[in-house]
């Protein structure tokens, strides 16, 4: 089992920065993949970025140069770097955990651009 907690969301200004985190209960090196979904409102959950066990990142084009995906081993985290954001990024973040059997959510973190 998995247990997630995010953090890091809040209210920022189209063009400013957030940083999310998801600290996970166990070894990274134990999860196959750790991705960052958004949801927003009326809308469906789509993913955003991943990270592999190896460390692989992987990212949707609507982000790509935008934000970055990163982890710190030593405290079991996934980081999502978010610049230049913008109003339509405007969602519920989850972070995720897949292990070989099982897909694990956080409880989300509310991230709101105004314009």
């Known amino acids: 089992q998995v247990q997630l907690v995010e953090s890091g969301g809040g209210l920022v200004q189209a063009g400013g920065s957030l940083r999310l985190s998801c600290a996970a209960s166990?070894?990274?090196?134990?999860?196959?993949?750790m991705r960052w979904y958004r949801q927003a409102p009326g809308s469906q959950r789509e993913l955003v970025a991943s990270?592999?066990?190896?460390?692989?990142?992987n990212y949707v084009d609507f982000v790509k140069g935008r934000f970055t995906i990163s982890r710190e081993i030593s405290k079991n985290t996934v980081y999502l770097q978010m610049n230049s954001l913008k109003p339509e990024d405007t969602a519920i973040y989850y972070c995720?955990?897949?292990?070989?059997?099982?897909?694990?959510w956080g409880q989300g973190t509310q991230v709101t651009v105004s314009s």
């Open positions: 990270i592999t066990s190896g460390g692989s990142t």
């Open positions: 995720s955990a897949l292990t070989s059997s099982t897909d694990y």
């Open positions: 166990r070894s990274l090196f134990s999860i196959n993949y």
